[in-house]
C-alpha cells in the first residue's frame, strides 16, 4: 500500500497550490511566485509516481519523475527563500544559473539510453540510466536547495526565537525546515534502491510545510524579511 502514498500526496498538492496561488494573486511577489512553482512541481512529482503505482512502468513517466524529482526537487521553493532572504539581483541571477544546469540536466536524462535489468520489478530509479553520469547533475541543485530552502527557514527561527511574541513565526520556521529536510532524507534511500521510504517522507514534507505556512500567514507579528513587510 505504501506505493500509492504518493496519490494522498498528488490530492494534498493540488489543495496546498489552490491556496498558495491564491495568496500570489493578492500578492504578486517572486518568492510567492517562486512557492506556488514549487508546490506544482512537487505535485507534478508525486503524479508521476502515482502513474507508476496506478499504470505501471513507463519510459516517459521515469523520465519526468527524475527531471521533476531529482533535477527540480526543492528547487523552486528553495528560489522563493532566495527572494525572500537575498536581494533581487542575487534572485534573477541564481535562477538563470540553476535554471540552465535543470535544462541541460533534462535534456540528458530525455536523451540517456534506458537499460533495464532482468530482475526489473518497475521500481523507479536512477540506476537504469544508462549515462550514469546524468546523475551528477542533481547532487549541485539539491544542494544549492537545501542551503535555501531548509536553512533559510533555520536562519529566520533563529531570529525569530529571539524576538518576543514572534513564537508562531518561529513554529512555522521550523516546521518549513523540517518539512523540506524530509524529502531529501527519502531522495537518499531511493538512491540505495528503498524509493518506498521516499514516498512516505514526501507525504510528511508535504503536510508540514503547509502547516509552517499557515501558521506564518496567519501571524500578525511583523516579518523580519523586508519583502514581507512591504506587502
Known sequence: MIEYIPILTTLFSVYFLLVIYKHWQLNPKPYLLWWTLGVFTFGFGTATESINALFGWSEWNFRLWYVSGALLGGFPLAQGSVYLLMN??????????????????????????????????????????????????????????????????????????????????????????VGALLPGIGGSFTRMGYVNVLFVTELLGLIMIYLGYQIIKQDRSISIHTVQVRT
Open 88 to 177: 533581487k539581483r542575487f534572485g534573477d541571477i541564481s535562477s538563470l544559473l540553476v535554471m540552465s544546469m535543470v535544462v541541460i540536466g533534462s535534456i540528458c536524462v530525455f536523451s540517456s539510453p534506458i537499460v533495464l535489468p532482468d530482475n526489473f520489478d518497475q521500481t523507479l530509479g536512477g540506476k537504469i540510466l544508462s549515462w550514469q553520469w546524468v546523475r551528477y547533475f542533481s547532487p549541485f541543485i539539491n544542494l544549492y536547495s537545501f542551503i535555501f530552502l531548509v536553512g533559510g527557514a533555520v536562519y529566520s527561527a533563529v531570529r525569530y526565537y529571539r524576538q518576543e511574541n514572534r513564537q508562531g513565526r518561529f513554529l512555522g520556521n521550523v516546521l518549513i525546515a
